[in-house]
């Protein structure tokens, strides 16, 4: 984003140059206007409020692009795992989670000055919104905050206790993804002042969550499969509608970043596309030639993967850089998703492989990519060099501090949630659903209802004397739902 | 009484149905059904993992039909699920004890 400092006091000189511009022609009474207090833009404030819902549907989206990856039995549980997000995450964002990543303080985690949204009003904010309401600002990220723990439902699919995982996302968004907010975008943040680039979240959102749905898929043990079990994807359609809506409401995601509906924001739309297009592509062709067959389920991932990729680059990099990001990430992750196999562990639906792979390779292609031509912030940010990356004339300076970044948010994300994970254990009996729960399924077990009425399901409510309401247990009937043997 | 069981290809059912309905077969149960025979499998990638699919669908059609009628019957089944292919599926037939129409308590021949 432009709030990394220096870039966003560079962008905020252009941003008001164009101002005065348009002001004088209008008159010169108004010029004085202009210099005494920021006024809201209607446009930025336009393309903002539609960043944010869109990126709102991103949880939507990610919900049916995990819900169709896995079995029918569970579900529910899988789209709850989204869709809870949005309804804890938003809360504890108003009552702390946006002071603790955006209030000035330290180079590591905000105050508490905006506690309770106080002082978060429409009128704008010097630093984080110049052009538009500060709420505003804050409800864009918010919606941030919400997909990031969601993200990491993928890997801890199909067995993982859902009082546990509530918990967990609730101190992780507080005590994890704020402070990497923070860091990277926060005033006076430590990466921000570093000058390491995230543009919409690479680090914050996707390396982040990723290294933290491996560290917990490893914490909460593999899935209890038997040898031949059939874990195959139940309704991969599912799976492409979610893949349409991550790729729609990632325009919100990175051109909502530029803060403003301006040539920033175009750039970063133009870059998202072409990237989730060359990585859907490479992926589908990579596919095509191992295994013969496009898989529509290769599609999806590359496309997702191409997304994850720009993230950290959309406003920095030029189109062809995107494109050829989008077939780099394709590659790199498509081989990533095999380490599961070699390494033993349980990342269900590939979180790590794509989030936490893709982001790095994103991050760390920033700082060979990134032009000042494409964004005017990197301009002699501050008095300082021009900043460009090292294929574009820039040395290896930025590459460097990408690096810095991803070691950060690698670190900081392992060992918080393993001390999260490690601690839940502990207190809550331990964060796993039984063995008898993973093997009926979690949507009967944990949520009392099922996705699909199938036939048999029929046949089963037959033998319990119908459906009832209340007092039968439904879990408890289903779990003993064996053939009832025939009458003599 | 014979019962001509006909395990086909999904995608010849419909075949199946009218050629029996060409010989003025009028009953019958059709049941989507999953075997494994000679037809052996295929293998399936899902990010790379391999799943080996080795319980095929199939179309299984049961029809109870008078003795003098099942050379008929058998023909237009084959006649109409035959591809050549290996694949095509099986017919069995089994002797039918008798036959009882619910709703009239009619027996044997006349309940079919």
Known sequence: MKRVVGVWSGLGRVAGGVLALAVSAAGAWAQEATEAAPAIDAGNTAWILVSAALVLLMTPGLALFYGGMVRGKNVLNMLMQSFVAMAIVSVLWAVAGYSLAFAKANPFIGSFEWVGLSGVTDAPDDFYATTIPHNLFMVFQMMFAIITPALISGAVAERMKFSAYVVFIAIWSLIVYAPMAHMVWGEGGYLATLGALDFAGGTVVHILSGISALVLAIVLGKRKLSAHEDTRPHNLPMTLIGTGLLWVGWFGFNAGSAVAADGLSANAFVSTHLAAASAAFAWMAIEWVAYKKPTALGFATGAVAGLVAITPAAGFVGPLPAIIMGFGVSFLSFFAIKLKAKLGYDDTLDVFGVHCVGGIFGALATGLFAQSRINPGLLAPEGGPEINGLFFGGGIELLGKQAVGVLIAVVFGAVMTFLIASVLKLVMGGIRASDEEEGVGLDLTLHGEEAYNSPSSVVEAAHRGGMSHGAAPIGAAAVSATPVAEAP | ?112
């Open chain 2, 1 to 112: 009484m014979v019962k001509v069981e006909a395990i086909v290809r999904p995608q010849r059912i419909d075949e199946v149905k009218a050629a029996l309905d060409d010989i003025g077969v009028t009953g019958m149960t059709v049941t989507e059904v999953r075997g494994t025979g000679a037809q052996k499998g295929y293998t399936q990638q899902y990010r790379g993992a391999e799943y080996t699919v080795n319980l095929l669908q199939k179309v299984k059609v049961e029809i109870v039909v008078s003795d003098a009628d099942t050379d008929r019957v058998v023909k237009a089944i084959i006649g109409a699920a035959r591809t050549g292919e290996i694949g095509d599926g099986k017919i069995f037939l089994t002797p039918v004890l008798d036959a009882i129409r619910i709703r009239t308590e009619e027996r044997g021949e006349d309940a079919l």
